[in-house]
């Protein structure tokens, strides 16, 4: 057996020789995510053995399942930290940017790009997948960027604050997130489809729904049309489609589909098709090497998600572990429940177990169930074959979908009570006392990803896991999509942080007032006019007086210039003081405090002419811009598509019209003087 290189030979527990057949060395060949709980479940199970992994990308172990949400800002880049151990430990030997190049099978070593032999008792491929880059003449030019590892995302990042025009290639789960993530109030973003959104499981009324979204999110479609060429036009991409139109960019992403990294099980001459084939406990046709993730192809199927290779990695480890160890148990892998989740900026989607939307009349004994509102922006449809829900899809927040996510793996009876009240209120289970987490039993399964129940939640936080960072490490839940994270902080007792914007309940309130002062304006009677100039009440001083006339207009042409800085701030990147959530928050209070010190300035009386249409105007630009404000702060509520369009029309209007008011504010001074 080929010697440990001299780093790993110092990492060995003293009085442990590699040819000591008593001491396994297991070798395991990438660091994604799979590749990660590999050696996590290894260190577990085995006390007595070497764990060499390697990784071919710079990066330490980071969660590529979470690339989306790094791109879109919803999570930190240190949050997709994914590190085998939270300490050191002897047993462990981990190497970054140490590409394996080959695999020998005789002498059972692997060796990298360096040309350092690595031997091994058994040996793990989790090496992936690799993204597919279409056959189409321009693919490889500059610009045209692959949507798949960390360095890919860092450079749609700087993209994304260059606010450079895109298009995105593709309209699966990973394209879907990536036009909303690089889509920016300053640059265009069109999702480009030869097919249907999500290879069409959503069916027709529910791909007009996710379009809906999309549109309401402002990024633009070209669905069923194929892409035929790109070209480079000074700094431009310009894109030919099947119809003859040309579309010019100043990127393309690709989001056209995943490929099994094979190419080390075929140089060694491991069995393979369309990825490695293994049996049920992820072994290969060299019984000595196992393939588990996105490389591997089981029962004729390769997996794409990542709670599969999880399970395989379970099913692998323990197999490993039982070659040392007879009399513990081991489950065979058997395949995996799949399903999608994903979030369109903050719509969440979702499609479970066996939907066929298209051919459902055609499918004996399955029937499908449906409710739709479209004011609030949710569409949900239940597929039934017999008793039993077998699948299910949705769009817009669903509080029910973990539960149902359970009930459709699990293939659980529903009643047709249970049917009627999901066609009329959209809910399939009937409504808990309460709503917390804590309230559920302890076999509820808290992560999806992970099957995390809340019992095993509950027993990390009594052992003293007192924050979301050590109660992943303990669990792992919350490690893979992190949309459990919220119920986890609720066991915690720690508040899930505002996912929509600061000082949310702050602007709902000013907004409301601000409406019902302009409503105000409008439906009160004109405040009566004195007969006399000789006045004698505050109030009316404060309408005629020259002086106090003065003071509270020129307070309200300074108020108008403060609220003009909330634009500044979002379009000048150079002006970054303060979170642009602190400036929304102080543009909606300045423009109550402007409504009010106007009610002082004119007693709320709309006035003839140019102060007539001066106050129109002013009043309609406070309202457009409350309607806006009242809806930023509820958006984390109302996911009403329609309603979205509505708020991005009520903001167009808003600032069209603060764009006239200067003018007719200096005209008003001007007058005002001038007579």
């Known amino acids: 057996m080929t010697e440990l290189d001299g780093t790993l030979a110092e990492q060995l527990p003293s009085g442990i020789h590699t040819s000591d057949s008593s001491y396994p060395i297991y070798v395991i060949i990438g660091t994604g995510p799979v590749g990660v709980r590999c050696a996590q479940k290894l260190l577990e199970f085995c006390d007595e053995a070497q764990i060499v992994i390697y990784g071919a990308e710079t990066e330490s172990p980071y969660n590529r399942v979470k690339l989306s949400q790094y791109l879109s800002s919803h999570v930190e880049l240190e949050e997709l930290n994914n590190p085998i151990l939270s300490q050191s430990d002897h047993r462990l030997a981990e190497y970054i940017d140490r590409k394996i190049v080959s695999i020998d099978r005789s002498q059972k070593t692997v060796t990298d790009a360096a040309g350092n ?19 189409i003449q321009g693919a490889d030019l500059s610009g045209v960027y692959p949507f798949r590892s960390l360095r890919n995302t860092n450079d749609l990042l700087t993209l994304r604050e260059q606010n450079a025009d895109v298009c995105v290639i593709g309209a699966g789960a990973l394209g879907l997130e990536a036009a909303t993530a690089l889509k920016t109030p300053k640059n265009n973003v069109t999702l480009q489809s030869r097919g249907h959104l999500l290879s069409g499981l959503l069916g027709e009324e529910g791909e007009e729904f996710l379009k809906s979204a999309l549109t309401a999110l402002g990024v633009e479609l070209k669905i069923s049309d194929s892409l035929e060429t790109i070209e480079e036009n000074d700094s431009k991409r310009i894109l030919t489609f099947a119809s003859g139109e040309k579309l010019p960019v100043d990127a393309i992403v690709l989001c056209t589909g995943i490929k099994p990294e094979i190419s080390l099980a075929e140089q060694c001459g491991l069995s393979t098709e369309r990825g490695i084939v293994v049996n049920e406990w992820m072994q290969t046709s060299d019984p000595d090497i196992y393939a588990v993730g996105e490389c591997a192809e089981f029962d004729q199927k390769v997996y794409q998600l990542v709670r599969p290779g999880y399970e395989q990695a379970e099913s692998c480890c323990s197999h490993i572990h039982r070659n040392h160890n007879r009399s513990l148990s081991a489950q065979p892998y058997s395949g995996s429940y799949t399903d999608i989740q994903l979030k369109i900026a903050h719509i969440p989607c979702g499609i479970m177990g066996e939907v066929t939307p298209e051919n459902i009349d055609q499918l004996e004994g399955v029937k499908s169930y449906i409710y739709r509102n479209r004011f609030k922006g949710i569409y949900r449809r239940l597929f039934i074959k ?90 792992t839940a919350g490690s893979v999509c992190g949309s459990c994270r919220p119920l986890m902080a609720e066991l915690l007792d720690t508040p899930a942080p505002n996912l929509v914007m600061r000082h949310s309940k702050g602007i709902l309130i000013t907004s409301i007032l601000s409406l019902i002062l302009i409503s105000l304006a409008f439906l009160m009677p004109p405040t009566p006019v004195s007969s006399s100039v000789q006045t004698a009440l505050f109030w009316e001083k404060l309408w005629y007086d020259n002086f106090w006339k003065q003071i509270t207009g020129y307070t309200i042409l300074a108020m108008c210039l403060f609220t003009a800085a909330l634009s500044i701030r979002k379009r000048w990147k150079r002006l970054s003081l303060g979170h642009v959530d602190h400036w929304r928050y102080a543009h909606s209070v300045t423009g109550l405090i402007a409504l009010i010190t ?52 009520w903001s167009r209007v808003h600032y069209a019209l603060l764009w006239a008011l200067p003018v007719l504010l200096a005209y008003h001074i001007f007058a005002v003087y001038y007579f």
């Open 117 to 135: 032999v690595q031997p091994y008792s058994k040996l793990i491929i989790a090496t992936g997948s690799n993204p597919i880059i279409p056959n």
């Open 386 to 475: 017999g008793e039993y829900v077998v699948g299910a899809i949705y769009i817009g927040s669903w509080d029910e979908a973990n539960e149902l996510r359970q009930t459709v793996a699990q293939e659980q009876k529903i009643s047709l009570r249970a049917l009627k009240d999901f066609e009329s209120e959209g809910r399939v289970f009937a409504k808990k006392s309460g709503n917390s987490i804590k309230d559920f039993p302890d076999s509820y399964l808290v992560c999806q990803c992970n099957s995390v129940t809340k019992g095993e939640l509950c027993k990390a936080i009594s052992d003293g896991k007192r924050n979301l960072n050590e109660l992943q490490q303990a669990t």
């Open 598 to 649: 106007l009610a002082v300035h004119s007693g709320f009386r709309l006035g003839e002419n140019l102060n007539l249409a001066l106050m129109l105007v002013f009043l309609t630009a406070t309202a457009t811009g409350s309607l806006v404000g009242v809806f930023m702060a509820r958006n984390h509520h109302w996911t009403d598509l329609k309603l979205r369009e509505h708020r991005k029309w």
